[in-house]
């Protein structure tokens, strides 16, 4: 399965509008637009934390499947530090990267953005995934 089928496949990855922006080589950039559906404090306007991390552990999958040979994945561990509110209205856009991979898992590095200096958060996880298997 490719990066961009598994986000289609995700009903809660569509329901949250998130794209796929960039992918390739172990690396993933995916976004979702503000929506008041999600925020979490009606007074501010500020998207829930669980919004942003389904985006963040979506972004870690999609750079674990786009790294060479993996066909599927599943997150075993996902420890997100939230740095700040996500700006209402703006756009929150994911990065993440494989900065280790083993025989079965990936260990990826993401953050979160929406424009201002500081990051919206940071997270760290770890990945089982399965490989092609060689033809010989």
């Not at 922006?21 to 500020?46: L, N």
């Not at 919004?51 to 996902?78: E, F, K, Q, R």
Request: charged share 20%; net charge negative.
């Amino acid at each position: 399965m490719n990066a961009q089928n598994f986000i289609n496949a995700l009903p809660f990855a569509k329901a949250l509008e998130m794209r796929l922006d960039s992918i390739g080589e172990g690396r993933a950039e995916i976004s979702m637009p503000w929506d008041a559906r999600f925020v979490g404090d009606p007074v501010t306007g500020v998207i829930h934390g669980g919004a942003v991390s389904a985006l963040m552990d979506t972004c870690g999958g999609a750079a674990v499947l786009s790294y060479p040979g993996a066909t599927t994945t599943a997150t075993i561990d996902l420890r997100i530090d939230y740095m700040r509110a996500a700006s209402p209205g703006a756009r929150i856009v994911a990065r993440a990267d494989c900065y280790h991979v083993t025989r079965n898992v990936a260990f990826v590095r993401a953050t979160a953005h929406d424009g201002g200096d500081t990051p919206v958060a940071m997270a760290t996880g770890a990945f089982t995934f399965a490989a092609r298997e060689e033809t010989a």
